[in-house]
């Protein structure tokens, strides 16, 4: 599987941005998916995650609320719907995709697949 993120940019504080993530090959819905975010100088962490068939849902407290993650097993695209954003949200987000949805709880480790990230920053 090969991922592709895309839809970053400049945005102000109190904005959105929506980010996808495109995925190659015939097995994408047997993947769980998600999101992380790394800010300079700070380790990447997890945003959300969504199970492969999309009833399950898990986001980090820091984005509760104003981050949504869905999917689109027909079209092999994941989305983060990002709102409200603020200056912290700054950071390369990068989508990754595990075959494990409970790995997203233990941060990086158990991710089989990364896309390369797509920066965010948001002014204040």
């Known amino acids: 599987v090969q991922l592709q993120a895309s839809g970053g940019g400049l945005v102000q504080a109190g904005g959105s941005l929506r980010l996808s993530c495109a995925a190659s090959?015939?097995?994408?819905?047997?993947?769980?998916m998600g999101w992380f975010r790394q800010a300079p100088g700070k380790e990447r962490d997890v945003v959300a995650a969504i199970t492969w068939s999309g009833e399950g849902t898990y986001y980090a407290d820091s984005v509760k609320g104003r981050f949504t993650i869905s999917r689109d097993n027909a079209k092999n695209t994941v989305y983060l719907q990002m709102n409200s954003l603020k200056p912290e949200d700054t950071a390369v987000y990068y989508c990754?995709?595990?075959?494990?949805?409970?790995?997203?709880?233990?941060?990086?480790?158990?991710?089989?697949?990364w896309g390369k990230g797509t920066k965010v920053t948001v002014s204040s």
């Open positions: 990754a995709a595990s075959g494990d949805y409970s790995s997203y709880y233990s941060g990086t480790r158990g991710m089989d697949y």
């Open positions: 090959g015939r097995t994408f819905s047997r993947y769980a």
